[in-house]
């Protein structure tokens, strides 16, 4: 069975740093790409970083230089260390596979999406 549990959001103010972790079924995190995804309120869904296997990484504009995801696969546990937070990274940040990692527009991930956790990022 599925399953990706993320933790380590909450209420930090701007210029801040949080480190979000996230976990879930070994399968997952041993065959695939992995990503970190967001969701702002009255927006959509957006992949803002992922992570091969290997290593290589890709990066949404918006938070390149700030945010930085790594992965240890004998955890199966994928990170977001987050510094130099912005108002604008408020949202419910979730993780998933990334199939397109190199394709931020279309990184194909999973119909299932565990239940998130929030950063909120006060001015």
């Known amino acids: 069975q599925v399953q990706l549990v993320e933790s380590g959001g909450g209420l930090v103010q701007a210029g801040g740093s949080l480190r979000l972790s996230c976990t879930g079924s070994?399968?997952?995190?041993?065959?695939?790409?992995m990503g970190w995804y967001r969701q702002a309120p009255g927006k959509q869904r957006e992949l803002v970083a992922a992570?091969?296997?290997?290593?290589?990484?890709n990066y949404a504009d918006s938070v390149k230089g700030r945010f930085t995801i790594s992965r240890d696969n004998a955890k199966s546990t994928v990170y977001l260390q987050m510094d130099s937070l912005k108002p604008e990274d408020t949202a419910v940040y979730y993780c998933?596979?990334?199939?397109?990692?190199?394709?931020?527009?279309?990184?194909?991930?999973?119909?299932?999406w565990g239940k998130g956790t929030l950063v909120t990022v006060s001015s």
């Open positions: 998933n596979i990334a199939r397109r990692w190199w394709d931020l527009t279309r990184p194909s991930p999973m119909d299932y």
């Open positions: 070994g399968s997952i995190f041993k065959l695939n790409a």
């Open positions: 992570i091969t296997i290997g290593g290589s990484t």
